[in-house]
Protein backbone atom coordinates (compact mmCIF):
# COMPACT_ATOMS: atom_id res chain seq x y z
CA UNK A 1 0.00 0.00 0.00
CA UNK A 2 1.66 3.11 -1.29
CA UNK A 3 1.48 5.82 1.03
CA UNK A 4 0.86 8.33 -2.22
CA UNK A 5 -2.02 5.90 -3.26
CA UNK A 6 -5.25 7.61 -3.55
CA UNK A 7 -8.09 6.84 -0.58
CA UNK A 8 -10.51 5.08 -2.95
CA UNK A 9 -7.81 2.92 -4.75
CA UNK A 10 -5.63 2.37 -1.37
CA UNK A 11 -9.88 1.36 0.28
CA UNK A 12 -10.86 -1.29 -2.53
CA UNK A 13 -7.10 -2.38 -2.35
CA UNK A 14 -6.81 -3.26 1.07
CA UNK A 15 -10.52 -4.96 0.78
CA UNK A 16 -9.34 -7.08 -2.02
CA UNK A 17 -6.29 -7.73 0.50
CA UNK A 18 -8.86 -8.92 3.43
CA UNK A 19 -11.50 -11.05 0.73
CA UNK A 20 -7.95 -12.98 -0.60
CA UNK A 21 -6.80 -14.04 3.17
CA UNK A 22 -10.60 -15.08 4.28
CA UNK A 23 -10.65 -17.14 0.88
CA UNK A 24 -7.36 -18.47 1.92
CA UNK A 25 -8.27 -19.34 5.29
CA UNK A 26 -11.90 -21.26 3.47
CA UNK A 27 -9.36 -23.25 1.93
CA UNK A 28 -7.39 -24.22 4.38
CA UNK A 29 -10.62 -25.41 6.45
CA UNK A 30 -11.66 -27.35 3.37
CA UNK A 31 -8.49 -29.06 3.35
CA UNK A 32 -7.98 -29.99 7.18
CA UNK A 33 -11.76 -31.25 6.83
CA UNK A 34 -10.93 -33.26 4.14
CA UNK A 35 -7.82 -35.01 5.87
CA UNK A 36 -9.65 -35.27 9.75
CA UNK A 37 -13.21 -37.01 7.86
CA UNK A 38 -13.11 -39.98 6.49
CA UNK A 39 -16.58 -39.79 5.28
CA UNK A 40 -16.29 -36.56 3.58
CA UNK A 41 -17.26 -36.00 -0.15
CA UNK A 42 -14.77 -33.13 -0.95
CA UNK A 43 -17.44 -31.02 -2.39
CA UNK A 44 -15.90 -27.99 -3.60
CA UNK A 45 -18.98 -26.46 -4.77
CA UNK A 46 -20.82 -26.39 -1.62
CA UNK A 47 -17.63 -25.03 0.39
CA UNK A 48 -17.55 -22.44 -2.43
CA UNK A 49 -21.14 -21.08 -1.82
CA UNK A 50 -20.80 -21.17 1.97
CA UNK A 51 -17.93 -19.39 1.42
CA UNK A 52 -19.33 -16.62 -0.96
CA UNK A 53 -22.18 -15.90 1.08
CA UNK A 54 -20.12 -15.72 4.66
CA UNK A 55 -17.63 -13.57 2.88
CA UNK A 56 -20.11 -10.67 1.12
CA UNK A 57 -22.12 -10.61 4.68
CA UNK A 58 -18.35 -10.03 6.15
CA UNK A 59 -17.24 -7.52 3.60
CA UNK A 60 -20.36 -5.79 3.67
CA UNK A 61 -20.26 -5.03 7.23
CA UNK A 62 -16.74 -3.83 6.84
CA UNK A 63 -17.77 -1.23 4.60
CA UNK A 64 -21.08 -0.05 6.18
CA UNK A 65 -18.86 0.14 9.19
CA UNK A 66 -16.15 2.09 7.42
CA UNK A 67 -13.31 -0.21 8.85
CA UNK A 68 -12.04 0.61 5.22
CA UNK A 69 -11.68 4.23 6.12
CA UNK A 70 -8.74 3.95 8.46
CA UNK A 71 -5.36 4.88 7.90
CA UNK A 72 -3.39 2.15 9.28
CA UNK A 73 -0.17 3.50 9.43
CA UNK A 74 -1.63 6.02 12.09
CA UNK A 75 -3.86 3.41 13.57
CA UNK A 76 -4.51 3.07 17.89
CA UNK A 77 -6.36 0.68 19.66
CA UNK A 78 -9.82 2.23 18.61
CA UNK A 79 -9.16 1.29 15.14
CA UNK A 80 -8.43 -2.08 15.88
CA UNK A 81 -11.29 -2.52 17.88
CA UNK A 82 -13.18 -1.32 14.97
CA UNK A 83 -12.16 -4.16 13.10
CA UNK A 84 -13.63 -6.60 16.08
CA UNK A 85 -16.74 -5.17 16.42
CA UNK A 86 -17.26 -5.37 12.89
CA UNK A 87 -16.57 -9.12 12.63
CA UNK A 88 -18.71 -10.07 15.62
CA UNK A 89 -21.53 -8.35 13.74
CA UNK A 90 -20.78 -10.17 10.51
CA UNK A 91 -20.64 -13.06 12.58
CA UNK A 92 -23.86 -12.89 14.37
CA UNK A 93 -25.46 -11.55 10.87
CA UNK A 94 -23.97 -14.80 9.15
CA UNK A 95 -25.78 -17.18 11.83
CA UNK A 96 -28.93 -15.51 11.61
CA UNK A 97 -29.11 -14.91 7.81
CA UNK A 98 -28.01 -18.35 6.51
CA UNK A 99 -30.80 -20.27 8.06
CA UNK A 100 -33.41 -18.52 5.46
CA UNK A 101 -30.93 -19.20 2.37
CA UNK A 102 -31.28 -22.51 0.50
CA UNK A 103 -28.51 -25.08 0.87
CA UNK A 104 -26.78 -22.91 3.62
CA UNK A 105 -24.26 -25.41 5.75
CA UNK A 106 -22.29 -22.69 7.26
CA UNK A 107 -22.87 -23.65 10.98
CA UNK A 108 -22.23 -21.93 14.67
CA UNK A 109 -18.95 -23.60 15.19
CA UNK A 110 -17.76 -23.00 11.77
CA UNK A 111 -18.98 -19.61 11.69
CA UNK A 112 -17.37 -18.74 15.46
CA UNK A 113 -13.78 -20.22 13.97
CA UNK A 114 -13.75 -18.32 10.74
CA UNK A 115 -14.88 -15.04 11.98
CA UNK A 116 -12.05 -15.47 14.74
CA UNK A 117 -9.21 -16.86 12.60
CA UNK A 118 -10.51 -14.34 9.99
CA UNK A 119 -10.15 -11.22 12.80
CA UNK A 120 -6.47 -12.42 14.07
CA UNK A 121 -5.25 -12.81 10.48
CA UNK A 122 -6.18 -9.27 9.81
CA UNK A 123 -5.30 -7.32 12.80
CA UNK A 124 -1.94 -9.35 12.51
CA UNK A 125 -1.73 -7.89 9.02
CA UNK A 126 -2.62 -4.52 10.28
CA UNK A 127 0.08 -4.21 12.65
CA UNK A 128 2.89 -5.80 10.93
CA UNK A 129 2.06 -3.07 8.08
CA UNK A 130 1.61 -0.38 10.64
CA UNK A 131 5.40 -1.91 12.46
CA UNK A 132 7.07 -2.03 8.98
CA UNK A 133 6.10 1.64 8.71
CA UNK A 134 7.19 3.17 11.78
CA UNK A 135 10.75 1.35 11.52
CA UNK A 136 11.17 2.44 7.76
CA UNK A 137 10.19 6.38 8.50
CA UNK A 138 11.33 6.89 11.70
CA UNK A 139 15.17 8.71 11.72
CA UNK A 140 18.09 6.61 12.95
CA UNK A 141 17.89 5.79 16.25
CA UNK A 142 21.01 7.25 16.93
CA UNK A 143 19.77 11.00 15.76
CA UNK A 144 16.90 10.53 18.25
CA UNK A 145 16.41 11.89 22.03
CA UNK A 146 15.43 9.13 24.84
CA UNK A 147 12.60 10.41 26.61
CA UNK A 148 11.02 9.13 29.98
CA UNK A 149 6.89 9.78 30.14
CA UNK A 150 5.78 10.50 33.33
CA UNK A 151 2.46 9.53 33.16
CA UNK A 152 1.55 6.64 31.53
CA UNK A 153 -2.24 7.06 31.18
CA UNK A 154 -4.29 8.47 28.03
CA UNK A 155 -2.16 11.54 27.91
CA UNK A 156 1.03 9.82 27.91
CA UNK A 157 -0.08 7.09 25.71
CA UNK A 158 -1.32 9.64 23.07
CA UNK A 159 2.44 11.53 23.22
CA UNK A 160 4.32 8.25 22.75
CA UNK A 161 1.91 7.46 19.91
CA UNK A 162 2.79 10.58 18.08
CA UNK A 163 6.13 10.17 18.72
CA UNK A 164 6.38 6.44 17.30
CA UNK A 165 4.02 7.07 14.39
CA UNK A 166 5.99 10.94 13.20
CA UNK A 167 8.15 10.43 10.79
CA UNK A 168 10.39 13.44 11.56
CA UNK A 169 9.98 12.69 15.98
CA UNK A 170 13.54 13.07 16.99
CA UNK A 171 12.43 11.32 20.45
CA UNK A 172 12.35 7.96 21.38
CA UNK A 173 10.19 6.60 24.48
CA UNK A 174 12.41 4.82 26.16
CA UNK A 175 9.93 4.03 29.33
CA UNK A 176 6.72 5.47 31.06
CA UNK A 177 7.15 6.61 34.86
CA UNK A 178 3.53 6.00 36.57
CA UNK A 179 2.08 5.29 40.50
CA UNK A 180 0.03 2.91 38.81
CA UNK A 181 0.45 -0.40 40.73
CA UNK A 182 -1.91 -2.38 38.17
CA UNK A 183 0.82 -0.95 35.23
CA UNK A 184 3.97 -0.53 37.09
CA UNK A 185 6.12 -3.39 35.84
CA UNK A 186 4.10 -4.16 32.58
CA UNK A 187 4.26 -3.00 29.18
CA UNK A 188 1.94 0.05 27.97
CA UNK A 189 2.14 0.95 24.01
CA UNK A 190 5.31 -1.54 24.27
CA UNK A 191 6.96 0.45 26.63
CA UNK A 192 8.23 -0.46 30.26
CA UNK A 193 6.29 1.04 33.51
CA UNK A 194 8.25 2.24 36.21
CA UNK A 195 7.47 2.98 39.36
CA UNK A 196 8.01 6.86 40.49
CA UNK A 197 8.67 5.51 43.98
CA UNK A 198 11.52 2.86 43.37
CA UNK A 199 14.47 4.81 43.17
CA UNK A 200 13.56 6.21 40.05
CA UNK A 201 16.03 9.16 39.57
CA UNK A 202 18.85 6.17 40.18
CA UNK A 203 16.63 3.98 37.37
CA UNK A 204 17.14 7.46 35.10
CA UNK A 205 21.08 7.47 35.29
CA UNK A 206 21.38 3.56 33.82
CA UNK A 207 19.08 4.40 31.00
CA UNK A 208 19.60 6.08 28.10
CA UNK A 209 17.16 9.25 28.86
CA UNK A 210 17.78 12.68 28.01
CA UNK A 211 14.98 14.44 28.93
CA UNK A 212 12.04 13.58 30.73
CA UNK A 213 8.63 15.04 29.50
CA UNK A 214 5.48 15.27 31.83
CA UNK A 215 2.09 14.06 29.99
CA UNK A 216 -0.51 14.49 32.87
CA UNK A 217 -3.74 15.30 32.37
CA UNK A 218 -4.56 18.45 34.46
CA UNK A 219 -1.56 19.64 36.11
CA UNK A 220 -1.59 22.73 38.71
CA UNK A 221 1.21 25.05 39.77
CA UNK A 222 2.20 23.13 42.72
CA UNK A 223 2.30 20.09 40.59
CA UNK A 224 4.25 21.48 38.71
CA UNK A 225 6.93 22.56 41.20
CA UNK A 226 6.92 19.50 42.79
CA UNK A 227 7.59 17.68 39.57
CA UNK A 228 10.38 19.77 37.97
CA UNK A 229 12.31 19.50 41.49
CA UNK A 230 11.88 16.08 41.46
CA UNK A 231 12.81 15.31 38.30
CA UNK A 232 15.33 17.77 37.92
CA UNK A 233 17.68 15.91 40.03
CA UNK A 234 18.05 13.58 37.29
CA UNK A 235 19.95 15.70 35.46
CA UNK A 236 18.01 15.88 32.50
CA UNK A 237 16.04 18.53 30.76
CA UNK A 238 12.02 18.63 32.47
CA UNK A 239 9.73 19.45 29.31
CA UNK A 240 5.92 19.92 29.59
CA UNK A 241 3.38 17.84 27.09
CA UNK A 242 0.67 21.11 27.49
CA UNK A 243 -0.99 23.91 25.99
CA UNK A 244 1.23 26.26 25.09
CA UNK A 245 1.65 28.52 28.05
CA UNK A 246 -0.06 31.64 26.39
CA UNK A 247 -3.54 29.69 26.20
CA UNK A 248 -3.30 29.85 30.33
CA UNK A 249 -4.83 33.08 29.94
CA UNK A 250 -6.72 32.94 27.37
CA UNK A 251 -10.74 32.09 27.55
CA UNK A 252 -10.81 29.75 24.45
CA UNK A 253 -7.96 27.27 24.29
CA UNK A 254 -6.66 25.78 21.02
CA UNK A 255 -6.82 22.38 23.28
CA UNK A 256 -3.70 21.70 21.46
CA UNK A 257 -1.03 19.83 23.25
CA UNK A 258 2.61 20.38 22.63
CA UNK A 259 6.13 19.26 24.23
CA UNK A 260 7.18 22.57 25.39
CA UNK A 261 9.76 23.94 27.53
CA UNK A 262 9.28 24.37 31.42
CA UNK A 263 8.76 28.77 31.59
CA UNK A 264 9.58 30.55 34.70
CA UNK A 265 5.93 31.15 34.37
CA UNK A 266 5.20 27.97 35.26
CA UNK A 267 7.20 27.88 38.19
CA UNK A 268 5.21 30.90 39.53
CA UNK A 269 2.84 28.21 40.84
CA UNK A 270 -0.28 30.36 40.83
CA UNK A 271 -3.00 29.66 38.95
CA UNK A 272 -4.42 32.23 36.18
CA UNK A 273 -6.02 35.09 37.11
CA UNK A 274 -9.79 34.37 37.00
CA UNK A 275 -11.57 37.54 35.84
CA UNK A 276 -15.36 37.78 34.78
CA UNK A 277 -14.36 38.04 30.87
CA UNK A 278 -18.02 38.81 29.55
CA UNK A 279 -18.44 41.64 32.16
CA UNK A 280 -15.01 42.62 31.27
CA UNK A 281 -15.42 42.41 27.67
CA UNK A 282 -19.11 44.28 27.57
CA UNK A 283 -17.43 47.34 29.40
CA UNK A 284 -14.78 48.15 27.08
CA UNK A 285 -16.81 47.41 23.78
CA UNK A 286 -17.78 50.57 21.96
CA UNK A 287 -15.49 53.09 23.86
CA UNK A 288 -12.95 55.44 23.16
CA UNK A 289 -9.65 54.13 25.53
CA UNK A 290 -6.48 55.80 26.40
CA UNK A 291 -3.45 54.53 27.46
CA UNK A 292 -0.60 56.56 28.83
CA UNK A 293 2.86 54.81 28.82
CA UNK A 294 1.29 52.45 25.84
CA UNK A 295 4.02 51.30 24.16
CA UNK A 296 5.71 49.81 27.43
CA UNK A 297 5.37 46.48 29.37
CA UNK A 298 2.05 46.79 30.80
CA UNK A 299 0.91 49.72 28.48
CA UNK A 300 1.38 47.34 25.61
CA UNK A 301 -0.16 44.61 27.18
CA UNK A 302 -3.40 46.87 27.90
CA UNK A 303 -3.31 47.89 24.38
CA UNK A 304 -3.76 43.84 23.45
CA UNK A 305 -6.53 43.18 25.61
CA UNK A 306 -8.42 46.11 24.84
CA UNK A 307 -8.00 45.90 21.11
CA UNK A 308 -9.50 42.51 21.50
CA UNK A 309 -12.77 44.28 23.08
CA UNK A 310 -14.03 45.73 20.34
CA UNK A 311 -13.34 49.68 21.11
CA UNK A 312 -14.26 52.44 19.72
CA UNK A 313 -10.93 53.74 19.38
CA UNK A 314 -7.70 53.11 21.20
CA UNK A 315 -5.42 55.93 21.80
CA UNK A 316 -1.75 55.16 22.47
CA UNK A 317 0.32 58.12 23.97
CA UNK A 318 3.76 57.67 24.39
CA UNK A 319 6.88 59.88 25.15
CA UNK A 320 9.14 56.83 23.53
CA UNK A 321 8.34 56.67 20.12
CA UNK A 322 9.74 53.37 18.78
CA UNK A 323 7.55 51.35 21.06
CA UNK A 324 4.53 53.14 20.73
CA UNK A 325 5.06 52.54 17.21
CA UNK A 326 5.51 48.50 17.53
CA UNK A 327 2.62 48.27 19.22
CA UNK A 328 0.37 50.45 16.29
CA UNK A 329 1.87 48.02 13.73
CA UNK A 330 1.53 45.23 15.34
CA UNK A 331 -2.51 45.98 16.04
CA UNK A 332 -3.01 47.46 13.08
CA UNK A 333 -1.39 43.77 11.01
CA UNK A 334 -3.43 42.02 13.12
CA UNK A 335 -7.03 43.87 13.43
CA UNK A 336 -6.17 45.76 9.98
CA UNK A 337 -9.34 47.95 9.88
CA UNK A 338 -11.46 46.94 12.53
CA UNK A 339 -9.75 48.42 14.73
CA UNK A 340 -9.43 52.38 15.08
CA UNK A 341 -6.22 53.08 16.59
CA UNK A 342 -4.36 56.51 17.02
CA UNK A 343 -0.56 57.05 18.39
CA UNK A 344 0.00 60.09 20.20
CA UNK A 345 3.62 61.14 20.98
CA UNK A 346 4.29 63.32 24.25
CA UNK A 347 4.99 63.37 27.66
CA UNK A 348 2.22 63.51 30.64
CA UNK A 349 4.71 66.50 32.09
CA UNK A 350 3.56 68.44 29.28
CA UNK A 351 0.14 69.63 30.34
CA UNK A 352 -0.64 71.54 27.22
CA UNK A 353 0.30 68.32 24.73
CA UNK A 354 -1.91 66.18 27.20
CA UNK A 355 -4.58 68.63 27.00
CA UNK A 356 -4.49 68.71 23.16
CA UNK A 357 -4.86 65.23 22.71
CA UNK A 358 -7.56 65.24 25.39
CA UNK A 359 -9.52 67.45 23.69
CA UNK A 360 -9.16 66.05 20.53
CA UNK A 361 -10.43 62.65 21.13
CA UNK A 362 -12.44 62.78 24.14
CA UNK A 363 -11.45 59.35 26.14
CA UNK A 364 -13.70 57.76 28.47
CA UNK A 365 -11.51 55.70 29.93
CA UNK A 366 -7.91 56.27 30.67
CA UNK A 367 -5.24 53.90 31.56
CA UNK A 368 -2.31 55.94 33.25
CA UNK A 369 0.54 53.63 32.64
CA UNK A 370 3.55 56.69 31.98
CA UNK A 371 5.78 56.59 34.99
CA UNK A 372 9.63 55.81 35.62
CA UNK A 373 10.33 52.92 37.51
CA UNK A 374 13.78 51.92 37.65
CA UNK A 375 15.01 52.16 41.77
CA UNK A 376 18.36 52.78 41.44
CA UNK A 377 18.06 55.50 38.43
CA UNK A 378 15.10 57.25 39.87
CA UNK A 379 17.12 57.57 43.28
CA UNK A 380 19.97 59.79 41.38
CA UNK A 381 17.45 61.36 39.29
CA UNK A 382 14.97 61.88 42.35
CA UNK A 383 14.16 65.37 40.82
CA UNK A 384 12.56 63.48 37.33
CA UNK A 385 10.56 60.38 39.24
CA UNK A 386 8.62 63.29 40.53
CA UNK A 387 8.27 65.60 37.33
CA UNK A 388 7.10 62.42 35.15
CA UNK A 389 5.46 60.15 38.23
CA UNK A 390 3.88 62.44 40.37
CA UNK A 391 3.26 65.50 38.51
CA UNK A 392 2.49 63.59 35.25
CA UNK A 393 -0.41 61.83 37.53
CA UNK A 394 -1.57 64.70 38.70
CA UNK A 395 -1.63 66.70 35.03
CA UNK A 396 -3.56 63.75 33.58
CA UNK A 397 -5.78 62.69 36.42
CA UNK A 398 -7.01 67.09 36.29
CA UNK A 399 -7.38 67.02 32.46
CA UNK A 400 -9.27 63.61 32.68
CA UNK A 401 -11.66 65.46 34.73
CA UNK A 402 -12.13 68.56 32.70
CA UNK A 403 -12.87 66.54 30.02
CA UNK A 404 -15.20 64.42 31.82
CA UNK A 405 -13.57 60.93 31.01
CA UNK A 406 -15.33 58.20 32.91
CA UNK A 407 -13.08 56.12 34.38
CA UNK A 408 -9.37 56.86 35.07
CA UNK A 409 -6.94 53.74 36.52
CA UNK A 410 -3.63 54.51 37.64
CA UNK A 411 -0.79 51.36 37.69
CA UNK A 412 0.91 51.33 40.33
CA UNK A 413 3.35 49.04 42.42
CA UNK A 414 3.84 46.80 45.54
CA UNK A 415 6.66 48.96 46.54
CA UNK A 416 4.55 52.02 47.10
CA UNK A 417 3.50 50.35 50.38
CA UNK A 418 6.29 51.72 53.02
CA UNK A 419 8.60 52.73 50.58
CA UNK A 420 12.58 52.84 50.88
CA UNK A 421 13.47 54.41 47.87
CA UNK A 422 12.19 57.71 45.92
CA UNK A 423 10.62 55.74 42.81
CA UNK A 424 8.15 53.85 45.54
CA UNK A 425 7.53 57.31 47.69
CA UNK A 426 6.41 58.92 44.00
CA UNK A 427 4.09 55.83 43.33
CA UNK A 428 2.22 56.21 46.66
CA UNK A 429 1.38 59.54 46.04
CA UNK A 430 0.58 59.12 42.78
CA UNK A 431 -1.94 56.82 44.61
CA UNK A 432 -2.77 59.99 46.70
CA UNK A 433 -3.64 61.93 44.15
CA UNK A 434 -5.69 59.50 42.79
CA UNK A 435 -7.73 59.09 46.34
CA UNK A 436 -8.15 62.60 47.18
CA UNK A 437 -10.49 62.80 44.70
CA UNK A 438 -13.80 61.19 45.55
CA UNK A 439 -16.18 64.01 44.41
CA UNK A 440 -14.99 63.62 41.21
CA UNK A 441 -17.85 62.47 38.18
CA UNK A 442 -14.94 60.54 37.30
CA UNK A 443 -14.73 57.00 38.49
CA UNK A 444 -10.60 56.69 39.84
CA UNK A 445 -8.83 53.48 41.00
CA UNK A 446 -5.46 52.75 41.87
CA UNK A 447 -4.29 49.11 40.80
CA UNK A 448 -0.98 48.09 43.21
CA UNK A 449 0.62 44.62 42.05
CA UNK A 450 4.33 43.27 42.33
CA UNK A 451 7.19 42.58 40.16
CA UNK A 452 5.81 41.38 36.69
CA UNK A 453 7.72 39.13 34.62
CA UNK A 454 9.60 39.62 31.65
CA UNK A 455 9.14 43.46 31.81
CA UNK A 456 11.06 45.87 30.71
CA UNK A 457 13.72 46.47 33.62
CA UNK A 458 13.04 43.52 35.14
CA UNK A 459 15.25 40.74 36.76
CA UNK A 460 13.87 38.10 33.76
CA UNK A 461 15.49 39.49 30.85
CA UNK A 462 18.64 40.28 32.69
CA UNK A 463 19.05 37.12 34.14
CA UNK A 464 18.44 35.78 30.55
CA UNK A 465 20.92 37.61 29.26
CA UNK A 466 23.19 36.41 31.44
CA UNK A 467 23.21 33.18 31.01
CA UNK A 468 23.42 33.32 27.29
CA UNK A 469 26.73 35.51 28.08
CA UNK A 470 27.44 32.41 29.74
CA UNK A 471 27.36 33.94 33.28
CA UNK A 472 28.01 35.18 35.88
CA UNK A 473 24.16 36.00 37.01
CA UNK A 474 24.35 38.83 39.27
CA UNK A 475 22.13 39.51 42.19
CA UNK A 476 21.98 42.18 44.93
CA UNK A 477 21.79 40.33 48.08
CA UNK A 478 21.01 36.03 48.08
CA UNK A 479 18.61 36.70 51.03
CA UNK A 480 16.17 39.12 48.70
CA UNK A 481 12.61 38.03 47.99
CA UNK A 482 9.81 39.55 45.95
CA UNK A 483 6.39 38.98 44.91
CA UNK A 484 5.58 38.25 41.36
CA UNK A 485 3.04 37.78 38.92
CA UNK A 486 2.55 37.89 34.64
CA UNK A 487 2.06 40.46 32.41
CA UNK A 488 -1.59 39.21 31.36
CA UNK A 489 -1.94 38.78 34.82
CA UNK A 490 -1.34 42.32 35.48
CA UNK A 491 -3.33 43.37 32.55
CA UNK A 492 -6.38 41.46 33.24
CA UNK A 493 -6.52 42.59 37.48
CA UNK A 494 -5.64 46.28 35.91
CA UNK A 495 -8.93 45.68 33.14
CA UNK A 496 -11.12 44.39 35.84
CA UNK A 497 -10.38 47.27 38.12
CA UNK A 498 -11.44 49.68 35.49
CA UNK A 499 -14.75 48.10 35.00
CA UNK A 500 -15.11 47.84 38.85
CA UNK A 501 -13.79 51.20 39.88
CA UNK A 502 -16.26 53.57 41.75
CA UNK A 503 -15.07 55.96 44.00
CA UNK A 504 -11.10 56.22 44.64
CA UNK A 505 -10.75 53.30 45.67
CA UNK A 506 -6.99 51.31 45.94
CA UNK A 507 -7.23 47.71 44.61
CA UNK A 508 -4.67 45.13 45.55
CA UNK A 509 -3.80 41.45 44.14
CA UNK A 510 -3.23 38.22 46.09
CA UNK A 511 0.09 37.64 45.34
CA UNK A 512 0.37 34.48 46.67
CA UNK A 513 3.82 33.72 48.36
CA UNK A 514 7.06 35.16 47.78
CA UNK A 515 9.60 34.47 45.69
CA UNK A 516 13.36 34.15 47.05
CA UNK A 517 15.78 35.42 44.05
CA UNK A 518 18.55 33.48 44.44
CA UNK A 519 16.15 30.31 43.80
CA UNK A 520 14.71 32.20 40.84
CA UNK A 521 18.38 32.65 39.26
CA UNK A 522 18.90 28.71 39.86
CA UNK A 523 16.16 27.46 38.11
CA UNK A 524 15.95 29.90 35.32
CA UNK A 525 20.23 28.07 35.17
CA UNK A 526 18.61 24.81 35.46
CA UNK A 527 15.93 25.62 33.04
CA UNK A 528 18.87 26.43 30.37
CA UNK A 529 19.85 22.59 30.78
CA UNK A 530 22.90 24.07 32.81
CA UNK A 531 23.89 23.65 36.37
CA UNK A 532 24.47 26.58 38.99
CA UNK A 533 27.85 27.06 40.07
CA UNK A 534 29.13 24.83 37.69
CA UNK A 535 28.04 26.13 34.18
CA UNK A 536 27.04 29.33 35.28
CA UNK A 537 27.86 31.16 38.82
CA UNK A 538 25.61 33.30 41.07
CA UNK A 539 27.50 36.27 42.55
CA UNK A 540 26.23 38.85 45.04
CA UNK A 541 26.92 42.67 44.18
CA UNK A 542 25.29 44.84 47.14
CA UNK A 543 21.86 46.18 47.74
CA UNK A 544 21.69 49.10 44.78
CA UNK A 545 20.82 52.52 46.19
CA UNK A 546 17.39 52.31 48.18
CA UNK A 547 16.43 49.10 47.66
CA UNK A 548 14.98 46.67 50.22
CA UNK A 549 15.55 43.17 51.24
CA UNK A 550 11.73 42.34 50.60
CA UNK A 551 8.30 44.12 49.40
CA UNK A 552 5.96 44.22 52.15
CA UNK A 553 3.36 41.87 52.47
CA UNK A 554 -0.19 43.26 50.35
CA UNK A 555 -2.40 40.80 52.01
CA UNK A 556 -3.55 41.89 55.24
CA UNK A 557 -6.84 41.18 56.21
CA UNK A 558 -7.39 44.03 58.70
CA UNK A 559 -7.03 47.10 55.48
CA UNK A 560 -8.42 45.00 52.95
CA UNK A 561 -12.18 44.60 51.77
CA UNK A 562 -12.95 41.58 49.47
CA UNK A 563 -14.25 41.86 46.11
CA UNK A 564 -16.27 39.97 43.97
CA UNK A 565 -12.89 38.68 42.45
CA UNK A 566 -11.33 36.59 44.79
CA UNK A 567 -7.66 37.54 44.17
CA UNK A 568 -8.73 40.70 44.07
CA UNK A 569 -9.29 43.29 47.13
CA UNK A 570 -9.57 47.07 48.10
CA UNK A 571 -6.96 48.59 50.78
CA UNK A 572 -8.74 50.44 52.90
CA UNK A 573 -7.50 54.04 53.45
CA UNK A 574 -8.55 57.17 54.55
CA UNK A 575 -7.84 59.44 51.80
CA UNK A 576 -6.42 63.06 52.04
CA UNK A 577 -8.54 66.17 51.00
CA UNK A 578 -7.32 67.98 47.72
CA UNK A 579 -6.05 70.79 49.25
CA UNK A 580 -3.62 68.57 51.88
CA UNK A 581 -2.53 67.35 48.37
CA UNK A 582 -1.55 70.54 46.64
CA UNK A 583 -0.02 71.22 50.08
CA UNK A 584 2.05 68.43 49.71
CA UNK A 585 2.54 69.14 45.60
CA UNK A 586 3.92 72.69 46.18
CA UNK A 587 6.53 71.33 49.04
CA UNK A 588 7.74 69.10 45.94
CA UNK A 589 7.61 71.97 43.48
CA UNK A 590 9.52 74.70 45.78
CA UNK A 591 12.35 72.27 46.32
CA UNK A 592 12.20 70.89 42.56
CA UNK A 593 12.47 74.84 41.87
CA UNK A 594 15.33 75.70 44.26
CA UNK A 595 17.62 72.32 43.43
CA UNK A 596 17.23 72.41 39.55
CA UNK A 597 20.80 72.58 38.86
CA UNK A 598 21.28 69.65 40.93
CA UNK A 599 22.00 66.21 40.33
CA UNK A 600 20.67 64.01 43.07
CA UNK A 601 19.80 66.57 45.52
CA UNK A 602 19.36 65.41 48.96
CA UNK A 603 16.64 68.71 49.33
CA UNK A 604 14.57 66.81 46.92
CA UNK A 605 15.07 63.23 48.68
CA UNK A 606 13.66 64.91 52.21
CA UNK A 607 10.95 66.95 50.60
CA UNK A 608 9.68 63.35 49.40
CA UNK A 609 10.16 62.13 53.28
CA UNK A 610 8.17 65.05 54.43
CA UNK A 611 5.15 64.48 52.17
CA UNK A 612 5.45 60.76 52.29
CA UNK A 613 5.05 59.83 55.94
CA UNK A 614 5.41 55.91 55.30
CA UNK A 615 8.92 56.91 53.48
CA UNK A 616 11.72 54.69 55.43
CA UNK A 617 15.27 54.03 55.07
CA UNK A 618 16.06 50.73 53.50
CA UNK A 619 18.46 49.99 56.59
CA UNK A 620 15.51 50.75 58.85
CA UNK A 621 13.34 48.35 57.76
CA UNK A 622 16.39 45.68 56.12
CA UNK A 623 18.08 45.26 60.03
CA UNK A 624 14.47 43.88 60.21
CA UNK A 625 14.11 41.79 57.84
CA UNK A 626 15.00 38.29 58.88
CA UNK A 627 11.75 38.87 61.64
CA UNK A 628 9.49 39.88 58.52
CA UNK A 629 6.04 38.04 57.68
CA UNK A 630 7.38 38.33 54.46
CA UNK A 631 10.72 36.28 55.00
CA UNK A 632 8.79 33.80 57.37
CA UNK A 633 6.59 32.90 54.27
CA UNK A 634 9.51 32.46 52.05
CA UNK A 635 10.65 28.99 53.43
CA UNK A 636 7.08 27.88 51.82
CA UNK A 637 7.83 29.93 48.50
CA UNK A 638 7.02 27.77 45.69
CA UNK A 639 10.22 29.07 43.64
Known amino acids: MNKKMKAPARKYLLALIDFSILFLIYLMAFGLECILSSNIKGNLTLYLYNFLISAVIIMAVRFISRVYSNVWRYAN ?14 GILIIALTNFIPDANVGLWKTLALIASFNIATLCSRFIYQLKYMNSHQNPASNKIGIAIVGAGPIGCLLADELKLNPNSHYKPICFIDTDKDKIGNLVRGIKVYDEKDNIIEKLSTLPVQEILIALPKIDGEKTKELYKFY ?34 DLLFREPLNINDDKTLGFYAGKTVLITGGGGSIGSELCRQIAKRSPKRLIVFDIYENNAYDIEQELK ?21 LESVFKNYLPEIVFHAAAHKHVPLM ?3 NCEAIKNNVLGTYNTADIS ?80 IRYFMTIPEATQLVMQAGAMANNGELFVLDMGKPVRILDLAENMIKLSG ?10 EVGLRPGEKLYEELLMKSETLEKTENDMIFIEKDSPLSREEIDEKLDILKKAIEENKNEIASKNITQAMRKTVPTFHSPSELNKNASNSEEFKLVESAVI
Not at 77 to 90: E, P
Not at 415 to 439: D, F, H, Y
Not at 450 to 464: Q, R, Y
Open 77 to 90: SLSYLHIVIADIAS
Open 232 to 265: SQSGCKVKLYDFPIKDAFEKNQTNSRVIREIKIE
Open 333 to 353: RKYKEKLDICVEIGSVRDRDR
Open 379 to 381: EHS
Open 401 to 480: EKYNVKKFVLISTDKAVNPTNVMGASKRLCEMVIQCRTNSNTSFAAVRFGNVLGSNGSVIPLFKKQIENGGPITITDKRI
Open 530 to 539: LKPYKDIDII
